[in-house]
């Protein structure tokens, strides 16, 4: 038996005493009464201990003589500048926002929203609260005002950190008027925020409300005052991330102290092969899952080198950007989205600028977030002669469910499938009825319950919907909303989400909440949002519009509005660009618009008259139009 199929093996006969043993690597101040079990309805891990996050992620390394090793660095090309933290320095700027954050009266508990972009002071940020037991929610610098506004209310924040702007190579996005506006929309009342002015934007600070990060922060530092971790329970939230839904309102996944250690500190060294000293880089951004496991908490769990990287992958300057990173800091393994690659290989498709660095240190390249097309993978392990590992996770688990763990042992390839089950997820296919399906044969992927340590315990703040929206359809099992197979050697493979979401470019995005903003303009009679194939980004939404009758304005400034009322709604990341307007929406006789139909269509994909369609003439005139558009 190889050595994953053991380490499964240890797993499934014995789940409470295999996620004992990887509990011993972190540092408790008291041990679990129960490892696993019930508390408050809800499934938890490692009940009763108490520790804290913060201390695992730097003082304990400090204290076990890797102070002077970099623990971060922060690189970026958008701005030109370079910077390195030891795990000295990184704790001493954690202790000093710490006490600014105390200084705000944010105590164990309480709630921290932060809005930044990829500069160090996010992950610093992260920690401080991590350190008092505070509760953040980073929100990604993509979504607009509303969005914002939307998280403010659900997790009603004591305050926002915030930076003065976020650079984008086409552009400075000015942070703080979406802040304001996000302030003023919400009906929760955010009374105070702290500041960090970029030197590419200098903002007008409020009085009495605005602190400015860098005075505060230096008077934390005079104040010579220290500031010890506090002690939380393993259950305590460490953070909530919002991640779309079906609707237009975000859910807010709970990430815990205890299990989310647990879970991480294995990941690093079971699946990215990572040990204390190496350097380990996730191209993501702190707004994302991958940017709180794997740019902030994973590697400073296991006492690893982590990088903050500010810029694109190509265009900031080149495709060879992420060559060149891993060539200066000697990054082993990297973490990135599959859209990134098919940005650089669509730039740099001969390799020429991989051919220009030493990339001797770099052992495996990591892709997820979306499908990674066996093209891609191909051109990457071509080019790169490293293993090309696919994995699939999501927000809500926090680390993955499916991977080829090179640190136990790297398993065959096969390409489209992002390997096998990690320990902790038995992975199952099942029906719509909930009977499991034969091997090949495409269902609905589900995990066994409980799940592990490190996927989320509840919703904030709603733990009915959490249950509704996870376990109502397939009793015992956590619906991941992906559709897939496994086939006859137990490799997974997600060919699909089984609901309204859409992957654009690595990032979920609900074409249900697209939807919402539409049909509020007043010229739009009804809509459906799909998302079609995208060459680079995966997919890209498109939208299918009704017009009213009486209009005043013409076809194109009706779109034009369109495409401004989502980015001013959900923000440009939501990247919608198209509308097309249609005169009837195919639709089943109890009159639910067919959107899997039309998605097929515009995708050229075979398709199956739905038994149930209303008319199926307007297939035909869909068609017709998506052939007019160009789409087909
Ligand atoms: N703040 C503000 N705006 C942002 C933003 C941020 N942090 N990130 C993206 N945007 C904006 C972009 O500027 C763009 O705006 P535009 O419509 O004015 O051009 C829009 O959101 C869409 O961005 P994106 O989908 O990222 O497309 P792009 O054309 O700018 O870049 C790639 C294409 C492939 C280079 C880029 O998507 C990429 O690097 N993807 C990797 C994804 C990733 O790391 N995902 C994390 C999951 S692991
Ligand atoms: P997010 O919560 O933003 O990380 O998105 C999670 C969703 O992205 C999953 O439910 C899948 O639909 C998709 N996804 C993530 N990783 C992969 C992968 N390796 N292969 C296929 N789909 C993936």
């Known amino acids: 038996?190889?050595?994953?199929?053991?380490?499964y093996k240890s797993w499934s006969n014995d789940p409470t005493g295999f996620w004992q043993d990887a509990a011993k690597l972190i540092d408790w101040y008291t041990p679990a009464e129960q490892v696993q079990g019930e508390l408050d309805g809800l499934e938890r891990w490692y009940i009763g201990a108490t520790c804290n996050t913060c201390y695992n992620c730097l003082d304990r390394h400090v204290?076990?003589?890797?102070?002077?090793?970099?623990?971060?660095?922060?690189?970026?090309?958008?701005?030109?500048?370079?910077?390195?933290?030891?795990?000295?320095?990184?704790?001493?700027?954690?202790?000093?926002?710490?006490?600014?954050?105390q200084g705000q009266n944010i105590t164990k508990g309480d709630r921290v929203i932060i809005y930044m972009p990829m500069v160090p002071e996010a992950a610093i940020a992260m920690l401080a609260c991590a350190r008092i037991g505070a509760v953040h929610s980073v929100v990604f610098g993509g979504f607009a005002a509303p969005e914002l506004a939307t998280r403010i209310d659900d997790c009603t924040p004591k305050l926002i950190v915030a930076a003065s702007c976020g650079i984008e190579p086409s552009r400075i996005v000015e942070y703080k008027p979406l802040l304001d506006q996000a302030i003023q929309l919400a009906n929760h009342k955010v009374k105070s925020t702290v500041i960090l002015q970029r030197q590419q934007k200098i903002v007008p600070l409020i009085d009495g409300v605005d602190g400015d990060w860098q005075q505060l922060v230096?008077?934390?530092?005079?104040?010579?005052?220290?500031?010890?971790?506090?002690?939380?329970?393993?259950?305590?939230?460490?953070?909530?991330?919002?991640?779309?839904?079906?609707t237009g309102t975000p859910k807010g996944v709970v990430r815990d102290n205890g299990g989310h250690m647990v879970a991480l500190n294995w990941s690093m060294g079971a699946i990215y092969n990572i040990q204390a000293g190496e350097v380990f880089w996730a191209a993501s951004d702190v707004g994302w899952v991958v940017g709180h496991s794997y740019i902030v908490y994973g590697p400073l769990l296991q006492g690893a080198t982590s990088i903050l990287y500010e810029g694109k992958p190509i265009g900031t300057p080149d495709a060879g950007a992420f060559w060149r990173v891993i060539e200066d800091y000697k990054v082993k393994s990297f973490?990135?989205?599959?859209?990134?690659?098919?940005?650089?290989?669509?730039e740099d498709f001969g390799g020429k600028q991989i051919a220009k660095y030493d990339l001797s240190s770099f052992k495996a390249l990591y892709l997820a977030g979306e499908r990674a097309d066996p093209d891609t993978i191909k051109w990457a392990e071509q080019h790169l002669k490293v293993p090309v590992i696919d994995h699939w996770w999501q927000t809500e688990t926090g680390w993955a469910m499916a991977c080829n763990p090179l640190g136990i042992e790297q398993l065959p390839i096969k390409y489209g499938s992002p390997t096998k089950a990690m320990p902790g997820y038995d992975i199952q296919v099942l029906d719509d009825e909930g009977a499991p399906v034969v091997a090949g044969i495409t269902g609905n992927v589900v995990v066994k319950r409980p799940l592990p340590p490190g996927c989320l315990p509840t919703l904030w703040n709603a733990n009915q919907v959490f249950e509704e929206k996870y376990f109502e359809n397939f009793s015992g099992y956590y619906e991941t909303s992906d559709a897939g197979y496994l086939d006859e050697d137990g490799y997974l493979f997600i060919m699909a989400r089984t609901d309204d979401i859409i992957n654009v470019a690595g990032h979920r995005l609900s074409t249900g909440a697209m939807e919402e903003i539409l049909s509020t303009h007043e010229a739009v009679a009804e809509c459906?949002?799909?998302?079609?194939?995208?060459?680079?980004?995966?997919?890209?939404?498109?939208g299918l519009i009704i017009l009213n009758n009486d209009l005043k304005v013409s076809h194109d400034e009706i779109i034009a509005s369109l495409k401004q009322m989502v980015r001013d709604v959900i923000g440009p990341v939501a990247a919608y660009k198209q509308s097309i307007v249609v005169a009837r929406l195919p639709k089943t006789r109890s009159g639910k618009i067919l959107r899997a139909t039309l998605r097929k269509i515009a995708d050229g994909e075979d398709f199956k008259m739905p038994p149930t369609i209303d008319d199926p003439e307007i297939l035909t005139e869909i068609s017709a139009t998506f052939k007019r558009a160009g789409i087909i």
């Open 528 to 542: 459906a949002v799909i998302g079609i194939k995208d060459k680079l980004k995966g997919q890209e939404p498109i």
């Open 1 to 7: 038996m190889g050595n994953y199929n053991l380490i």
């Open 335 to 346: 973490f990135t989205a599959p859209t990134a690659f098919r940005a650089i290989k669509k």
């Open 218 to 246: 230096d008077a934390a530092k005079q104040s010579e005052k220290s500031c010890p971790p506090v002690p939380v329970l393993a259950t305590d939230p460490l953070y909530i991330l919002y991640t779309s839904g079906t």
């Open 63 to 101: 204290i076990a003589g890797r102070g002077e090793q970099v623990a971060f660095i922060y690189d970026s090309p958008v701005t030109n500048s370079k910077k390195q933290y030891s795990y000295n320095e990184l704790l001493a700027e954690v202790e000093a926002f710490a006490l600014v954050l």
